[in-house]
Every structure is written in structure tokens, then in C-alpha cells.
């Protein structure tokens, strides 16, 4: 698949939005978000602190529904500001990302 340069010179996939996910999970020393846009990995992608509490990651992707869970400092958790969530197999529930 071609890559375009964004104005900042990363590339991106054509097709692909950039989306930021932020949760506030409150104090933690590690954030990590997992789930359909990472296969399910366990590095998963980390979220950087910010100055306003809340963590945060970029992530570029295709339009459509992703659902994702978060591990703090190793405990799976759900991020607060998810709007729509879906029973898993675990009996917990996953966060839904929706990319338009």
C-alpha cells in the first residue's frame, strides 16, 4: 500500500484517519491500549502522560469499529471516556472505537 507525506513528514496510509485516543485513569506509572488495531498484542501501543492527567496515544487508522481495552500498570481496565462498550468472552466488557 503507498504512503503519503503528511505536512509534519510522517507517512500515512492513504485511507487512514488520525485518531487520539485519551483516557483518565488517574495516577499510574504505565498505559497501554490493546485490542482489534493491534491484533489483540500484548505491548499493545502506550499512552504518553500529559500535563492535564489524562494519557494519550495517536493511532492511524481505516474507518470502522475497533474494540480495545486498556492495561494499567498491568490491570486490564476500561477507559472512562468510552462511549459504547461490548460484552467479551472474559465476562468484562471491551471499549468501542469508532473511526469515521
Excluded: C, H
Amino acid at each position: 500500500m503507498a504512503k503519503a507525506k503528511t505536512p509534519t513528514g510522517a507517512t500515512k496510509a492513504p485511507g487512514r484517519k488520525r485518531v487520539t485516543l485519551v483516557a483518565n485513569v488517574g495516577t499510574a506509572r504505565e498505559v497501554v491500549a490493546t485490542g482489534d488495531f493491534t491484533s489483540w498484542s500484548d505491548e499493545g501501543i502506550p499512552l504518553k502522560s500529559r500535563p492535564d492527567g489524562t494519557w494519550a496515544a495517536s493511532l492511524q487508522l481505516s474507518p470502522g469499529e475497533y474494540q480495545y481495552r486498556l492495561r494499567v500498570d498491568g490491570r486490564w481496565e476500561n477507559n472512562p471516556a468510552a462511549v459504547r462498550r461490548a460484552a467479551n468472552a472474559f465476562g468484562s466488557e471491551n471499549d468501542i472505537l469508532t473511526v469515521v
